[in-house]
């Protein structure tokens, strides 16, 4: 089971829906960084949370330290937004960067 | 600062020879991570730095892996005796402490004929 899980795995929307992606960890860790990669693209850091909530732009990011879970929001989807989202925990014995597993969004227009 | 940098960008081989590649990370950040990606897949964990130290190395490295950063700033990966499975993105991230961003470097992408 991998330390860090993500919800859900794959995600098509409609131009314009409000975006849910779900991530849960079962580490200790410090923070927790939201990345988006572009098929084919480098890695880009959207967020990093260590508690409360974040926005920029369409992008809401939120954690709960004591439930272990944090979501990404992405509000009036755009094409543009479809990539793979990220959950990336700094965590485990070492506070080493912990991958989730990775949602492949694909807002259609 | 022109954030994390890896060179080559793309590298070819032929299996059996040997590769080095190069991080360089952001100047101030005393954390380096190297991390390898392959088509499809999510990036799966090599091994980490915290200034000149190593902190960790994943399991799945074979001896055939080592990774070094002498002085704190810059860092090399070489692959010795190189397979074709070892064909992959191998992506560097470097940030400057726990409560601060992770940034990536573009990667160099290995290919071993």
């Known amino acids: 089971k991998n330390e860090v899980e993500q919800s859900p795995q794959n995600l098509t929307a409609q131009e314009g829906e409000f975006i849910t992606i779900n991530c849960s960890y079962s580490?200790?860790?410090?923070?927790l960084h939201w990345l988006q990669q572009h098929p084919g693209g480098g890695i880009v850091s959207l967020f990093m949370?260590?508690?409360g909530k974040k926005k920029h732009g369409r992008l809401i990011a939120t954690i709960n330290i004591q439930e272990k879970h944090s979501s990404l929001h992405i509000t009036a989807s755009h094409p543009r937004d479809s990539a793979v989202y990220i959950c990336?925990?700094?965590?485990?014995?070492?506070?080493?960067?912990?991958f989730g597993t990775g949602t492949l969004l694909a807002v259609q227009p | 600062d022109t954030g994390v940098s890896q060179d080559p960008r793309h590298k070819i081989t032929k299996r059996g020879q040997n590769v080095t590649f190069r991080c360089d990370p952001i100047?101030?950040?005393?954390?380096l991570y190297w991390y390898r990606q392959t088509l499809g897949q999510g990036p799966e964990f090599l091994t980490y730095?915290?200034?000149?130290?190593?902190?960790?190395k994943s399991r799945l490295l074979s001896d055939r892996f080592s990774a070094e950063r002498p002085k704190g700033s810059f860092s090399t990966l070489e692959i010795q005796r190189t397979e074709q499975g070892d064909s992959a993105m191998y992506l560097c991230?470097?940030?400057?402490?726990?409560?601060?961003?992770?940034?990536f470097g573009q990667g160099t992408r290995l290919t071993v004929v």
């Open positions: 991230a470097s940030s400057g402490g726990l409560y601060t961003e992770a940034f």
């Open positions: 580490v200790g860790i410090s923070a």
């Open positions: 949370l260590s508690s």
């Open positions: 990336l925990a700094v965590g485990g014995a070492t506070n080493k960067l912990i």
């Open positions: 100047s101030e950040h005393n954390r």
């Open positions: 730095f915290q200034n000149e130290a190593q902190l960790e």
